[in-house]
């Protein structure tokens, strides 16, 4: 499918959702989180997401992404103990491929390793140009050209995997006025959620002004891997 496309079907019905539950009663507040904060499976997706598209190999060449401006396999811009991946023969996966439509052979990719970027999602053109590797050019029946795209996008955080810290508010829903800059990394939008501890339980709005490098450098891995959309990941937390 499309990148981002499951995400993009849903939100509009989301938010909506979100509207509904918020107002269903007079009475209802709406807090601003202060402690840990659980992300769930749908905003997680989304945060990743926005890494996987600074990291198509046209984003590179023609110095769109932020990410150009880093050097392959010597800076480091993300914590050490990240490391995204790009698994097309996973065996668990959604999207399975041996092959892209381009008939370069698909393998998997370690975009990014222990917070250096390693590789980049590229069809046959870009690659020869980034010295990189092919094999995520794919033919869609609703498009007119092959579009760069993950397979399956795992995401590992290398320590606190199994460390679960007392949660205050889970959240899971990005806002639909969410929006990210490419060009810098900037990121500025509402996630909703719930408040978890206390007496007054409800829902919660979290605005958040921040750099995608600093967000992902302030997390923390909770649990076991999830999967959403083809991608893998375990639940992340962070305290703001």
């Not at 110095?63 to 396999?73: C, G, V």
């Not at 999602?121 to 980034?130: P, Q």
Request: hydrophobic fraction near 40%; include cysteine.
């Amino acid at each position: 499918m499309p990148f981002g496309s499951n995400y993009s079907e849903e939100a509009e019905d989301i938010n909506s959702e979100i509207e509904i539950l918020i107002h269903q009663e007079q009475d209802s507040v709406i807090y601003t989180p202060k402690g840990n904060c659980l992300l769930n499976n749908r905003v997680i997706y989304y945060f990743i997401n926005l890494i996987a598209k600074a990291l198509l190999s046209y984003q590179i060449t023609e110095k769109i992404s932020f990410l150009s401006k880093y050097r392959k396999n010597v800076d480091i811009i993300f914590d050490k103990k990240m490391s995204l991946i790009d698994f097309p023969l996973f065996a668990f996966g959604v999207e399975r491929h041996l092959y892209d439509s381009e008939g370069a052979k698909c393998a998997k990719k370690v975009l990014i390793s222990k917070g250096k970027i390693n590789d980049y999602l590229s069809n046959k053109e870009d690659a020869s140009v980034l010295n990189c590797t092919g094999g995520n050019a794919f033919a869609f029946p609703t498009e007119f050209q092959r579009i760069i795209e993950p397979t399956n996008i795992i995401l590992q955080i290398s320590s606190g995997e199994s460390n679960i810290e007392p949660i205050d508010y889970i959240f899971d829903y990005v806002d639909l006025s969410f929006n990210f800059n490419i060009q810098n990394g900037d990121m500025s939008g509402i996630i909703w959620g719930r408040k978890l501890t206390g007496i007054n339980k409800g829902y919660c709005r979290l605005e958040i002004n921040d750099n995608i490098i600093n967000f992902f450098n302030n997390i923390t891995a909770v649990g076991r891997m999830h999967q959403y959309s083809g991608y893998y990941f375990p639940l992340i937390s962070r305290v703001f």
